[in-house]
T-cell receptor, first 117, second 112 residues
Framework: GAGVSQSPSNKVTEKGKDVELRCDPI?????LYWYRQSLGQGLEFLIY????????KSGLPSDRFSAERTGGSVSTLTIQRTQQEDSAVYLC???????????????FGNGTRLTVT | GQQVMQIPQYQHVQEGEDFTTYCNSS?????IQWYKQRPGGHPVFLIQ?????EVKKQKRLTFQFGEAKKNSSLHITATQTTDVGTYFC????????????FGKGTLLTVNP
């Protein structure tokens, strides 16, 4: 079946503009994660959804970042008033089950490469 | 918060040599996962370890979970050019902790 789909694949925006990144998880996956990866760096956890709820948003870097998930499926990550330090690859992943219950592998999308000029 | 250290940061080997990356946690883990990210690609799940002292093998890859469940290693025997990429460990403390915290990864390059 289809994997995790992210759009756009690339986004170039001017500093100060808002951007929306979209993630379409694997059908039936209840858990959805957003990570950020800067060039040559590891994965920085941003937020996690179980269904439509985001129990912990503490990974979001600032209040310019927000995310929502509707219908237990598609999620959008919104960055307001973008800054140059927001430039990175934003990765979305989904999994079948909530971690801690035996764990479940994450299936990643190809990411959105965001460049803020 | 949970701290994870992964070493080395980089490793360059000649094809046929062995490779090992280590992952250490500041807290006891529920489980640990390993991922591989090819250049330009996204992380792909390799394996999950759950039990203390667990050892799992996938062809030339050997994964080990420490007895205290605070560290893990990935060993590749006789590397091939197809092994090139960044290997990440990802930690979960279990319980109500849903976060999967990734190490910074080890970038492996292989000289043919």
């Amino acid at each position: 079946g289809a994997g995790v789909s992210q759009s756009p694949s690339n986004k170039v925006t001017e500093k100060g503009k808002d951007v929306e990144l979209r993630c379409d998880p694997i059908s039936g996956h209840t858990a959805l994660y957003w990570y950020r990866q800067s060039l040559g760096q590891g994965l920085e956890f941003l937020i996690y959804f179980q269904g439509n709820s985001a129990p912990d948003k503490s990974g979001l870097p600032s209040d310019r970042f927000s995310a929502e998930r509707t219908g237990g499926s598609v999620s959008t990550l919104t960055i307001q008033r973008t800054q140059q330090e927001d430039s990175a690859v934003y990765l979305c992943a989904s999994s079948l089950a909530m971690l801690g219950l035996g764990g479940s592998p994450l299936h990643f999308g190809n990411g959105t490469r965001l460049t803020v000029t | 918060g949970q701290q994870v250290m992964q070493i080395p940061q980089y490793q360059h080997v000649q094809e046929g040599e062995d490779f090992t990356t280590y992952c250490n946690s500041s807290t006891t883990l529920s489980n640990i996962q390993w991922y591989k990210q090819r250049p330009g690609g996204h992380p792909v799940f390799l394996i999950q370890l759950v039990k203390s002292g667990e050892v799992k093998k996938q062809k030339r890859l050997t994964f080990q979970f420490g007895e205290a469940k605070k560290n893990s290693s990935l060993h590749i025997t006789a590397t091939q050019t197809t092994d090139v990429g960044t290997y990440f460990c990802a930690l979960n403390s279990g319980g109500s902790n849903y976060k999967l915290t990734f190490g910074k990864g080890t970038l492996l390059t292989v000289n043919p």
